[in-house]
């Protein structure tokens, strides 16, 4: 079955990573779906029905975006508050759509991974910052997986870099 991998970039054509992410699963229709959220909604407007309907179509889906502010972008947000809603992911015998499906986050981080420890330069490691994400996906009975960071990408973004960042990220979807 195809893996749903939800993109959700404010920025995408001058994104450098995530938009060879995306290329690169475009090569394989038949093992992903990318969704991309801002060039879906421009105007920030989901249509909840939809996207309801597109989660329950899959059982395997990554959120893709860039670290803003140590958090994500705002329509990621906005998606969880209104599609996650109360009947459809949770409250109702006839809730739970997202019950057992496999969730993941694919983050791509400006700076090293060493940065993101206790004696780093944030001081929070990166599975500790988006604990919420966990949290969140737990609740609407979701089974929710290690997430992908590729880090460095402010200090490095050659194209020999950013190469190196695409068989990690398909070895970590074939895992999920």
């Given at each position: 079955m195809?893996?749903?991998?939800?993109?959700?970039?404010?920025t995408?054509k001058?994104?450098?990573?995530?938009?060879?992410?995306?290329a690169?699963?475009?090569?394989?229709p038949?093992?992903?779906?990318?969704?991309?959220?801002?060039?879906?909604?421009?105007?920030?407007?989901?249509?909840?029905?939809?996207?309801?309907?597109?989660?329950?179509?899959?059982?395997k889906?990554?959120?893709?975006?860039?670290?803003?502010?140590?958090n994500c972008?705002?329509?990621?947000?906005?998606w969880?508050?209104?599609?996650?809603?109360?009947g459809?992911?949770?409250?109702?015998?006839?809730g739970?759509?997202?019950?057992?499906?496999?969730?993941?986050l694919?983050?791509?981080?400006?700076?090293d991974?060493?940065?993101?420890?206790?004696?780093?330069?944030?001081?929070?490691?990166?599975?500790?910052?988006?604990?919420?994400?966990?949290i969140t996906?737990?609740?609407?009975?979701?089974?929710?997986?290690?997430l992908?960071?590729?880090?460095?990408?402010?200090?490095?973004?050659?194209?020999e870099?950013?190469?190196?960042?695409?068989?990690?990220?398909?070895?970590?979807?074939?895992?999920?």
């Amino acid at each position: 079955m195809k893996t749903l991998i939800i993109v959700i970039h404010p920025t995408i054509k001058e994104s450098v990573i995530n938009k060879r992410w995306v290329a690169e699963f475009e090569k394989y229709p038949e093992r992903y779906e990318v969704h991309q959220l801002y060039e879906k909604y421009p105007d920030e407007k989901l249509d909840v029905l939809a996207e309801q309907r597109l989660i329950e179509k899959y059982d395997k889906i990554v959120f893709q975006f860039p670290l803003y502010w140590f958090n994500c972008p705002p329509l990621f947000k906005k998606w969880l508050d209104e599609v996650l809603s109360y009947g459809w992911a949770y409250g109702k015998s006839s809730g739970y759509k997202m019950a057992g499906k496999k969730i993941a986050l694919a983050i791509s981080v400006g700076v090293d991974e060493q940065e993101y420890s206790q004696n780093g330069k944030y001081k929070y490691t990166l599975d500790q910052l988006t604990s919420p994400f966990e949290i969140t996906f737990d609740y609407v009975k979701a089974t929710y997986r290690p997430l992908f960071a590729f880090y460095g990408i402010e200090r490095n973004a050659s194209d020999e870099w950013i190469e190196q960042s695409v068989p990690l990220y398909l070895e970590f979807l074939k895992q999920l």
